[in-house]
C-alpha cells in the first residue's frame, strides 16, 4: 500500500501533464484510492473548459469511488465556471475522504469547497506536499492573491556577458538545445512581452512551434494548440504592419499609450493586432505596472519578458521580474556589443541582488535560473 505522500506525489506528476495546456486555470492532478488501498482512478486537468482532475478520476474509478479516498493537488472547487463544481461531484460521487494539496488562493472561494466536503460528512486532511503543489502553479497563485502575473524574463548572452552586437544583430547566440527550452518556456507562458525595438531589428514570430520543442510530437501538438497573448510595449505604435509578430494563429495585442497617433493605431489594427491604450509612466512611455495589471485582468498567470536589454532592464528595475532565465553561450562578442539589461546604476551599493537558484547544461550553453525580490 502507497503512502499518502506517494499518492500525493503521483498526483503532482498528473498535475505536470497539464504544464502547458490549463491556462487560465491552474494545472491540477488527482489520484483515488480505493478501500482496499488499490488505485481506482486517476485524472488531470487538461485544457480550460474540459472537465476538471477530480472529474476525470471519478470517471476512470466509476463505482469504486463510494468510500474512496481522493487526493489531490488543489482543493476542489465549489462554483460553477466552465464545468460544474468538483466538490459537489465528490459528495454525490460517495468518497469517505479527501486529502488536498494546498487550499484554493482565490480570495473569494479559498476554503468554500473544504467546508462543503466537511458539511456532507467527508473527511477532510491537508494540506500534503504543500510546497510542491503550489510550484505547480506559481502564477495563478500569484494572480489570485496579488492580482499581477507572474513575470520571467529570458535572455542569451555570450561569456562575456553581451546579448548583441552594436548594430543589434543577436540571432542564435545560442543553440539549439537552449532554443527548444525557450520554446517550452513561451508554451507554459500565458504572454509573451517584447519591445517595439526587438520587432524592427529581429522580426521575431514569439510563438510555440511544435516542431522546435523536442517533445513527444503528441505532447508538443497539444502545446502549441494553446498559443500564447503576443506583447508588443510600443508607445510611439512604430511597429511594422507586415512584421511576423503580426501573422498567424497566435494573438497579438500592441499596448500604447493614450497619446498615440490615431492614424498609426488603425494601420495596425487592420493588419489584425488588438490596439490597448495605457497609462504613461510620465515620461511617454508605456506604464509597465499598468501592462500588468491588464493582463492580469485578461487572466494571464504567467508572462514571459523576451525583449532587448532596454525593456527587460526596465521591468527588472522596477522590480516586476520575479524569475531571471539566462542562457549563457561559449562565445565572446566583444565589449562593442551590447549589455544584458539596460540599468541605471553608478554605484556598487546600488547593486540589484538576486538569487540563483539552478544552473544546468542545455546542450553547448547553459541556464542559469534567479529570483529576485527587488522592490522600487
Not at 526587438?198 to 502549441?224: G, I, K, Q, S, Y
Not at 510620465?282 to 523576451?306: F, K, S, T
Amino acid at each position: 500500500m502507497q503512502t499518502p505522500q506517494a499518492l500525493m506525489a503521483r498526483a503532482v506528476q498528473l498535475a505536470e501533464r497539464g504544464l502547458y495546456t490549463t491556462m487560465p486555470n491552474p494545472r491540477v492532478g488527482c489520484v483515488i484510492v480505493d478501500s482496499d488501498g488499490a488505485i481506482a482512478g486517476e485524472g488531470w486537468h487538461r485544457r480550460a473548459g474540459l472537465p476538471h482532475a477530480e472529474i476525470e478520476a471519478l470517471n476512470a474509478a466509476g463505482a469504486r469511488a463510494r468510500g474512496a479516498t481522493v487526493y489531490v493537488t488543489l482543493e476542489p472547487c465549489s462554483h460553477t465556471g466552465r464545468t460544474g463544481p468538483c466538490a459537489d461531484a465528490l459528495i454525490q460521487a460517495g468518497v469517505g475522504k479527501v486529502v488536498y494539496g494546498m487550499q484554493d488562493p482565490n480570495p473569494s472561494v479559498s476554503g468554500d469547497g473544504l467546508r462543503k466536503l466537511k458539511d456532507a460528512g467527508i473527511e477532510v486532511e491537508g494540506p500534503l506536499l504543500e510546497v510542491q503543489c503550489r510550484a505547480l502553479n506559481p502564477g495563478f497563485i500569484k494572480r489570485m492573491t496579488l492580482g499581477l502575473p507572474l513575470v520571467r524574463s529570458k535572455s542569451a548572452m555570450s561569456l562575456d556577458g553581451r546579448t548583441a552586437m552594436a548594430s543589434g544583430e543577436s540571432k542564435w547566440v545560442t543553440g539549439p538545445a537552449a532554443r527548444a527550452d525557450v520554446q517550452r518556456l513561451r508554451a507554459r507562458s500565458c504572454a509573451v512581452i517584447t519591445g517595439v525595438e526587438t520587432v524592427r531589428f529581429d522580426n521575431p514570430n514569439l510563438n510555440v512551434r511544435a516542431d522546435e520543442m523536442a517533445l513527444e510530437l503528441l505532447a508538443a501538438e497539444d502545446a502549441a494548440g494553446v498559443q500564447p497573448l503576443r506583447v508588443i510595449v510600443d508607445s510611439k505604435l512604430r511597429t511594422p504592419s507586415k512584421a511576423f509578430i503580426l501573422q498567424g494563429d497566435a494573438p497579438t495585442l500592441v499596448v500604447t499609450t493614450e497619446a498615440a497617433d490615431a492614424a498609426r493605431r488603425e494601420r495596425l489594427e487592420k493588419a489584425g493586432a488588438e490596439v490597448v491604450a495605457l497609462a504613461d509612466d510620465g515620461n511617454g512611455h508605456v506604464d509597465l505596472l499598468a501592462l500588468l495589471q491588464e493582463l492580469a485582468r485578461r487572466q494571464c498567470n504567467e508572462v514571459l519578458v523576451e525583449s532587448g536589454a532596454t525593456l527587460s532592464g526596465e521591468f527588472l528595475y522596477r522590480g516586476h521580474i520575479d524569475e531571471l532565465i539566462v542562457y549563457v553561450a561559449p562565445k565572446l562578442l566583444g565589449s562593442t556589443a551590447r549589455p544584458l539589461f539596460e540599468l541605471p546604476i553608478a554605484r556598487m551599493g546600488s547593486m540589484l541582488p538576486v538569487t540563483i537558484t539552478d544552473m544546468r547544461a542545455v546542450g553547448h550553453d547553459w541556464r542559469i535560473t534567479a529570483t529576485t525580490d527587488i522592490e522600487r
